[in-house]
T-cell receptor, first 109, second 114 residues
Framework: GQNIDQPTEMTATEGAIVQINCTYQ??????LFWYQQHAGEAPTFLSY??LDGLEEKGRFSSFLSRSKGYSYLLLKELQMKDSASYLC??????????WGAGTKLIIKP | ETGVTQTPRHLVMGMTNKKSLKCEQH?????MYWYKQSAKKPLELMFV???????ENNSVPSRFSPECPNSSHLFLHLHTLQPEDSALYLC?????????????FGPGTRLLVL
C-alpha cells in the first residue's frame, strides 16, 4: 500500500527553527508537495520538490531525498502566524496525490 | 484568496435531506477535485474531473454524486448521508492532471450530518 508518515504534532518557540519530517512509500514518484493549512482554512501551497536537494523560499526550505523516501520542511525565525498544520503529499506514478495526515505545529511565545 | 470559492461554508443536514455543494474556480484551470478531510486523517480524494470529464471515482458511495457542467464549476450533490459523512469537503483545481501542476484549494464546506 501507499503510505505517507509525518509527526502528528510538534511544538516550537517563536524565533526558533523547526524541522517537520515526512517519509513516504508510494508506487512511483512524480514530486513531493508541502502545504500549509490554518485551522478552518484552505490548504495553501508552500513548496514542490522533484529532484534531490534543498529548495529555499524565504523563511521556508524543503529538502528531498528520493533514495531514502524522505523529505523535510524547515521553518526558520518562527512567527506566531506559522501555527498551522503542514501537509506532505506525494504524486505517484499515476499522478495521483497521496496525502499525509498533517503535522500540527504549535508556536509558543 | 486562492481563486477557488466554495458555498456554503457550513451545512447542517439530516440524513433524509438532499443538498448540494458548489465550487467555482477563477483560475482558468482544466482539472477540478473533490476531497474529504476528516480530523487527524489524510485528505481523501473523492472525484477528479479533467476537461469536464470524470477521470476518477475513488470508491465513493453513491450517496455522493458529482457534477461538472463546465471547467469552472463543480458540484457535489448529497442525499441520504450518514453521520460518518460529517467532515470538511474541499474543492481544488489545477491547470491539468500531470506535470508540476499545483492544486489550489477552496476554503471548504464544513458538513455536519445529524
Amino acid at each position: 500500500g501507499q503510505n505517507i508518515d509525518q509527526p502528528t504534532e510538534m511544538t516550537a518557540t517563536e524565533g526558533a527553527i523547526v524541522q517537520i519530517n515526512c517519509t513516504y512509500q508510494t508506487s512511483g514518484f512524480n514530486g513531493l508537495f508541502w502545504y500549509q493549512q490554518h485551522a478552518g482554512e484552505a490548504p495553501t501551497f508552500l513548496s514542490y520538490n522533484v529532484l534531490d536537494g534543498l529548495e529555499e523560499k524565504g523563511r521556508f526550505s524543503s529538502f528531498l531525498s528520493r533514495s531514502k523516501g524522505y523529505s523535510y520542511l524547515l521553518l526558520k525565525e518562527l512567527q506566531m502566524k506559522d501555527s498551522a498544520s503542514y501537509l506532505c503529499a506525494v504524486r505517484d506514478s499515476n499522478y495521483q496525490l497521496i496525502w499525509g495526515a498533517g503535522t500540527k505545529l504549535i508556536i509558543k511565545p | 484568496e486562492t481563486g477557488v470559492t466554495q458555498t456554503p461554508r457550513h451545512l447542517v443536514m439530516g440524513m433524509t435531506n438532499k443538498k448540494s455543494l458548489k465550487c467555482e474556480q477563477h483560475l482558468g484551470h482544466n482539472a477540478m477535485y473533490w476531497y474529504k478531510q476528516s480530523a487527524k486523517k489524510p485528505l481523501e480524494l473523492m472525484f477528479v474531473y479533467n476537461f469536464k470529464e470524470q477521470t476518477e471515482n475513488n470508491s465513493v458511495p453513491s450517496r455522493f454524486s458529482p457534477e461538472c457542467p463546465n471547467s469552472s464549476h463543480l458540484f457535489l450533490h448529497l442525499h441520504t448521508l450518514q453521520p460518518e459523512d460529517s467532515a470538511l469537503y474541499l474543492c481544488a483545481s489545477s491547470q491539468d492532471r500531470a506535470g508540476e501542476e499545483t492544486q489550489y484549494f477552496g476554503p471548504g464546506t464544513r458538513l455536519l450530518v445529524l
